[in-house]
T-cell receptor, first 119, second 110 residues
Framework: GAVVSQHPSWVICKSGTSVKIECRSLDFQATTMFWYRQFPKQSLMLMATSNEGSKATYEQGVEKDKFLINHASLTLSTLTVTSAHPEDSSFYIC???????????????FGPGTRLTVL | GNSVTQMEGPVTLSEEAFLTINCTYTATGYPSLFWYVQYPGEGLQLLLKATKADDKGSNKGFEATYRKETTSFHLEKGSVQVSDSAVYFCALRVYSTLTFGKGTMLLVSP
């Protein structure tokens, strides 16, 4: 149980285009989803936290107009990188929590990540 | 602020060797501590955790003890296997926010 998927697993796009990454909880309802960014040999950096049905909370320094997050249902969150540029190339990872479960309360379940390369 | 420092890799070991991956932290408040593992091509998986000082987390032969006096949470395993090859992340959580270390790659050869 507690599986999180991401799609696509990798994407290459041209500079100036927008890219959407999906994060799905496959067997539980994700009341909260998190989006992270990971640079090579670096930590996972939290970008934003989103609760179903409400606006995402962005970490300091993350441009909300550039990284659009939508969490419209309890099983799906999307991250759209708008007008992507080469410096946006990175590994994006989502995670989800199932706060309805007393057993896994607050534990984050991670997706496999999406490798974005902007040419 | 909160931060996690873990030893740089890769750590290269032969099968059945003893493993230690060091992790130290700084945190405001009383953090919970975690080790996550990421196998090639997969997402992060929770390996073990400890929620208060002197707690020992253990799983799959790995263990780590929450040492408040040294602000450490070192990961150990007595005898590693080739299948343990992965990247290991130390992390702390205060409230709902996780803060990760940079990860340590472990390579185990037969």
């Amino acid at each position: 149980g507690a599986v999180v998927s991401q799609h696509p697993s990798w994407v290459i796009c041209k500079s100036g285009t927008s890219v959407k990454i999906e994060c799905r909880s496959l067997d539980f309802q994700a009341t909260t989803m998190f989006w992270y960014r990971q640079f090579p040999k670096q930590s996972l950096m939290l970008m934003a936290t989103s609760n179903e049905g409400s606006k995402a909370t962005y970490e300091q320094g993350v441009e909300k107009d550039k990284f659009l997050i939508n969490h419209a249902s309890l099983t799906l969150s999307t991250l759209t990188v708008t007008s992507a540029h080469p410096e946006d190339s990175s590994f994006y990872i989502c995670s989800a929590t199932d706060r309805s479960s007393s057993f896994t309360h607050n534990e984050q379940f991670f997706g496999p990540g999406t490798r974005l390369t902007v040419l | 602020g909160n931060s996690v420092t873990q030893m740089e890799g890769p750590v290269t070991l032969s099968e059945e060797a003893f493993l230690t991956i060091n992790c130290t932290y700084t945190a405001t408040g009383y953090p919970s501590l975690f080790w996550y593992v990421q196998y090639p091509g997969e997402g992060l998986q929770l390996l073990l955790k400890a929620t208060k000082a002197d707690d020992k987390g253990s799983n799959k032969g790995f263990e780590a003890t929450y040492r408040k006096e040294t602000t450490s949470f070192h990961l150990e395993k007595g005898s590693v296997q080739v299948s343990d090859s992965a990247v290991y992340f130390c992390a702390l959580r205060v409230y709902s926010t996780l803060t990760f270390g940079k990860g340590t790659m472990l390579l185990v050869s037969p």
